[in-house]
């Protein structure tokens, strides 16, 4: 079956440090691609996606970019902020006859220190 | 602001009360999901109502029982749950158009303790 794995963490940085958060999946076809982000006590919030390849997603100074030579779609950030501290998921989307299947990685705890 | 509502943000319960999760969405979406998660995990899917076709994740316990009255709401209801269900039930939209690409919309949860 369909699969995403990434760096589970937790990454520590400092202030304005580069990000980098290593996913790559296991799919049969072409998914779509997502990053969603979670703080402390809320729901998933869409970061950025990407629907074919070669696509780059990108929002709020993140980008990431669908490989599929490499089957990946890594997360990065050239300064990050005290403000970014959350925990990121990597996920992908699946067609099925009922709608979508939606596919996590299981998590990447990122801790900002200013 | 999120786009899906969810209501309660917390609920405790004993195990053997009956209570409702809620949902609401006003995008137009035609799909709704309920996900499950556990502390330091990834969401999991437990059900699907896409095109007013109810699907299952055939893991979930019988015990939760979804619910959609119209294309805008969803419901789990819930009954003699165990410690085990204590967890964030989430719940999101999509478009749902079939082969669909487009992302979910989450809500904030519901934070469910059962004593």
């Known amino acids: 079956g369909n699969s995403v794995t990434q760096m589970e963490g937790p990454v520590t940085l400092s202030e304005e440090a580069f990000l980098t958060i290593n996913c790559t999946y296991t799919?049969?076809?072409?998914?779509?691609l997502f990053w969603y982000v979670q703080y402390p006590g809320e729901g998933l919030q869409l970061l950025l996606k990407a629907t074919k390849a070669d696509d780059k997603g990108s929002n709020k100074g993140f980008e990431a970019t669908y490989r599929k030579e490499t089957t990946s779609f890594h997360l990065e950030k050239g300064s990050v902020q005290v403000s970014d501290s959350a925990v990121y998921f990597c996920?992908?989307?699946?067609?099925?006859?009922?709608?979508?299947?939606?596919?996590f990685g299981p998590g990447t705890r990122l801790s900002v220190l200013p | 602001d999120t786009e899906v509502t969810q209501t309660p943000k917390h609920l405790v319960m004993g195990m053997t009360n009956k209570k409702s999760l809620k949902c609401e969405q006003h995008?137009?979406?035609?799909?709704m999901y309920w996900y499950k998660q556990k502390a330091k995990k990834p969401p999991e899917l437990m059900f699907v109502y896409s095109y007013e076709k109810l699907s299952i994740n055939e893991s979930v316990p019988s015990r939760f029982s979804p619910e959609c009255p119209n294309s805008s709401l969803l419901n789990l209801h819930l009954h003699a749950l165990q410690p085990e269900d204590s967890a964030l039930y989430l719940c999101?939209?999509?478009?749902?158009?079939?082969?669909?690409?487009?992302?979910?919309?989450f809500g904030d949860g519901t934070r469910l303790s059962i004593l």
């Open positions: 799919a049969t076809g072409y998914p779509s």
């Open positions: 995008m137009g979406h035609r799909a």
């Open positions: 999101a939209s999509s478009q749902g158009t079939p082969y669909s690409n487009q992302p979910q919309h």
């Open positions: 996920a992908l989307s699946d067609r099925l006859n009922y709608g979508q299947n939606f596919v």
